[in-house]
């Protein structure tokens, strides 16, 4: 009798250990997926900034080199009018 109230005590902490084992990795999927969500929101709005800032460069120095091409090409048209005699 003593025999079978031990195993029964020990199969009973079992199943309460077994129980809050399966908890606990519930619990740590559920971070896991939190985690990947969250870093996945942050990696898209980086991403998201870093292209309108890249676009707004691109587009700044584009304007920036047509502005001075057409400076650089009134210079060259006046150098190479022609002179009245």
């Known amino acids: ?49 870093a292209y309108k800032s890249s676009t707004h460069a691109v587009k700044k120095g584009t304007h920036k080199v047509a502005n001075e091409t057409a400076k650089g090409a009134d210079k060259v048209a006046d150098k190479t009018a022609s002179k009245p005699q």
Do not use: E, N, P, W
Request: no cysteine; hydrophobic share 45%.
């Open 1 to 49: 009798m003593r025999r079978i109230v031990v195993i029964a005590v020990v199969f009973m902490g079992a199943t309460v250990v077994y129980g809050q084992v399966g908890q606990d990795l519930k619990a740590a999927g559920k971070d896991t997926k939190d985690a990947t969500v969250s870093g996945a929101k942050k990696t898209k709005k980086g991403v998201k900034k």
